[in-house]
């Protein structure tokens, strides 16, 4: 069979091309440099995702321990048993101790006291274990411990210094109040039970340093 003339030159020129030292020296390189490229364009992309993985899971475990921190919270708050008793009524009392709001009633003895808050289920009486302190009544007010009606005296000591008792009537609400004392929002709070009655005495801390 004959082979076209021409066909023949062009394969036999194109066997005989090659490339100078030269060249191939400068594609070998050319090579290198494009490699090391991609891998370091490989490597930055590899570093920025395992950055962004880290920091989309650390964002994930914030947002899940808000979630458990708010839910606690709002949980405190529908259900107050999760906060001991002593402590939701020492917050009670030293929250009302601090707004220092005046007296709706004057009297100087628990007999007078009686006599006037005509509103409340008992009759205020001393407490026993307040017999050995100097206190002399400087009015009173009503007040609540637990949604539960209760008397606030106002007492002050020869020194001056100012402190609030609080009593209210033992019930099924607080039978399970504890002897207990607290320091909340500055103020000193002593609870405990006698006989019927519950008290509660607050008085500010600072005060409390001075004696």
Not at 63 to 90: D, H, K, W, Y
Not at 156 to 165: A, E, I, K, P, W
Request: with cysteine; proline share 3%; charged share 20%.
């Amino acid at each position: 069979m004959n082979t076209d003339p021409l066909n023949k030159y062009i394969k036999k020129y194109y066997a005989n091309q090659s490339l100078s030292d030269d060249k191939m020296k400068d594609l070998i390189t050319l090579g290198k440099l494009s490699r090391t490229e991609e891998e370091s364009e490989n490597g930055k992309s590899s570093y920025w995702m395992r950055r962004w993985q880290y920091q989309k899971h650390l964002s994930i475990a914030a947002s899940v321990s808000f979630v458990i921190v708010t839910m606690v919270l709002m949980q405190s708050l529908i259900n107050p048993g999760l906060v001991p008793l002593p402590l939701r009524v020492a917050h009670e009392i030293a929250l009302n101790h601090n707004k220092q709001l005046p007296s709706e009633f004057s009297a100087s003895t628990y007999i007078q006291l009686g006599s006037i808050m005509i509103d409340l289920d008992f009759i205020p009486t001393a407490s026993s274990r307040l017999a050995q302190y100097s206190y002399h009544m400087d009015g009173a007010r009503y007040c609540s411990i637990q949604g539960q009606l209760a008397a606030q005296t106002r007492l002050v000591d020869s020194q001056g210094n100012v402190y609030t008792l609080y009593q209210t009537q033992y019930s099924e609400t607080l039978a399970k109040l504890s002897e207990s004392e607290h320091v909340v929002d500055g103020v000193k709070v002593k609870v405990w039970r006698e006989k019927d009655m519950v008290f509660g005495l607050a008085e500010s801390f600072d005060d409390n340093l001075r004696r």
